[in-house]
């Protein structure tokens, strides 16, 4: 099985050691503790529909992604997706590289990082380049960190001991609450807005928002509140299956919030193939272009220059260099040409969103008003604000 979109949802340690078969390029980190148990559990439980749309009742020839946004039957459609701008110079580098010379056709940003205002006010992009922002709410490199936009004082579930954000999804899943995930969510776009920035969509960082269903449900209505769609994948009863029998149950309430999540999906997300060289990651790339199926498919890259620094920084900096060079590799672009294969980016989702669905988006005076506070809470940052 491909890296699809289990290796994308689930934290790396918050997978089900069960799981291990369908997640190829990640082992499962939770020991037999009665702690990681309860977490493995209920994220085994809860996690996977939170990421997917599962039309159960859907017949099995239901329209792709694609179909639904003016794609022809039968088409292909990629979005090619490099992560990681805002972590650092390498990363920043990278991406913009790849958006300028169009070997990506989309990215992300993450603002709690370091390395954000140097990517926002110093990088050369086109006027239309596709940038969204990645949602990001744990620190998880060993010896980089970073914590929360909003002042520590009003999201201290989301912060560790150090005073950065909190280094991995278990960790961050039995500290956090509703109200500092929200608080937080609002910071981060806050300062990407304030920054110049207009997110085309939103990711989540390790995907632990997704820990929890209530925190999902925190996530998904910020991107309906703000109509910034969120990277959600729809499963077909065949590829639910598919989970199933690798035992991912699904959860009701998981598929009561994704029911009624109103922006637009994709068909299905992936990652960029590990491998011992470039050459092998190469072909196992090209090779799943080849067989890739019809509708829009996700493929998310983390490219970086290599460095001295980046290598003490990452301990996946080979395999983000390779993918720097994956993008602007010239079998990749020939492969997409030759098989027919388009390109695409979350700007153009939405627009072809809106324009098959002209009621999708509501009107001014339905949508919550951004400086509503959501219940429970005062009032949601309209700036970001320094740490204390």
């Given amino acids: 099985m491909p890296q699809r979109c289990v290796d994308v949802c689930f934290p790396s340690d918050l997978r089900s050691r069960t799981a291990a078969p369908c997640l190829p390029e990640f082992s499962a980190m939770l020991g037999s503790n009665a702690v990681g148990n309860t977490v493995m559990n209920y994220v085994v439980r809860t996690l996977l529909p939170v990421f997917i749309a599962l039309t159960v009742s859907a017949p099995a020839a239901a329209q792709t992604w694609a179909e639904r946004l003016g794609y022809g039957a039968g088409k292909r459609v990629v979005i090619l997706h490099a992560s990681g701008a805002g972590l650092c110079y390498e990363t920043n580098a990278a991406v913009e590289k790849a958006l300028a010379d169009g070997s990506a056709s989309s990215a992300a940003v993450m603002a709690a990082c370091p390395w954000f205002e140097d990517f926002v006010a110093g990088a050369k992009l086109p006027a239309d380049a596709d940038v969204g922002l990645t949602i990001t709410l744990i620190s998880d490199l060993a010896r980089y960190r970073w914590t929360s936009v909003s002042p520590r004082g009003d999201v201290p579930g989301l912060i560790d001991t150090d005073g ?91 598929l009561h919030l994704v029911a009624n999540y109103p922006l637009p999906k994709i068909d299905d997300i992936r990652l960029v193939p590990r491998a011992d060289s470039y050459e092998a990651k190469r072909d196992l790339f090209l090779k799943q272009l080849a067989e890739l199926p019809p509708g829009i498919t996700q493929f998310v890259s983390r490219p970086a220059v290599d460095s001295p620094a980046l290598r003490r920084l990452s301990a996946d900096a080979q395999q983000q260099a390779w993918d720097a060079q994956l993008l602007g590799d010239a079998d990749v672009k020939k492969q997409l040409a030759d098989a027919g294969i388009a390109l695409t980016n979350w700007r153009e989702i939405m627009r072809r969103f809106e324009g098959e669905n002209p009621g999708a988006r509501p009107r001014e005076t339905e949508r919550p008003k951004e400086s509503q506070p959501r219940p429970g809470e005062e009032k949601p940052l309209d700036a970001p604000r320094g740490n204390p």
């Fill in 164 to 254: 950065y954000l909190r280094r991995g999804a278990a960790e961050f899943a039995f500290n956090t609450t509703p109200q500092e995930v929200g608080r937080e969510i609002d910071a981060q776009l806050a300062k990407a807005r304030a920054s110049g920035l207009r997110p085309s969509h939103f990711t989540c960082h390790q995907g632990v928002v997704f820990a929890r269903a209530d925190l999902a449900a925190i996530y998904l209505e910020a991107a309906r509140r703000h109509w910034i769609p969120a990277v959600v994948i729809e499963l077909t009863p065949e590829r639910l299956r598919e989970f199933q029998d690798q035992g991912l149950p699904v959860d009701d309430e998981m």
